[in-house]
């Protein structure tokens, strides 16, 4: 099977809806979607169909688990972590084909060991100061969509 244009990781993630809206935004865009355990929820549970829709049964989905499992998994791993720490705006990034997008859980981001091996590939989607965060189905969208634009990968 060719290597996907577009890797969307989520690291841990623990809110069943959110993961089902970025799976139907990976079949909306042909992106293979990974899942670092632990998850949060069962992947069978109703609320993630329900996001899903019957979309899901299209999704390239893969389930690890830890994450030097998915370093295995991902030949040349081109990772960006979305973070509000970073300095650089997503726009400012240059995407390639295979990169991956990379989400941390809902409650507490990603992990200080992913942080520091990749300091340099960080990125922020600007947000005003009063909001701690943005929803994480949504960050990912934003992120997709910004990719998709910068390497189509439907033409839109």
Not at 60 to 71: F, G, R, T, Y
């Amino acid at each position: 099977m060719p290597y996907p244009n577009l890797n969307i990781v989520l690291y841990s993630p623990e809110i069943p809806p959110n993961t089902g809206n970025i799976g139907r935004t990976c079949v909306a865009l042909g992106a293979k979607l990974w899942l670092v355990e632990p998850i949060g929820f069962d992947l069978g549970e109703k609320a993630i169909r329900r996001s899903g829709m019957d979309y899901w049964k299209h999704l390239d989905i893969e389930v690890v688990s830890n994450w030097e499992m998915l370093l295995e998994k991902i030949p040349d791993f081109r990772p960006w972590l979305f973070t509000k720490y970073a300095t650089q705006r997503h726009t400012d990034a240059e995407f390639l084909p295979g990169d991956a997008l990379v989400f941390g859980s809902e409650s507490s981001g990603l992990p200080d060991f992913v942080h520091k091996a990749y300091p340099e590939r960080q990125l922020r989607i600007p947000m005003n100061p009063v909001v701690r965060s943005i929803n994480l189905a949504t960050a990912a969208g934003i992120a997709m969509y910004e990719f998709n634009r910068q390497v189509p990968l439907v033409n839109i």
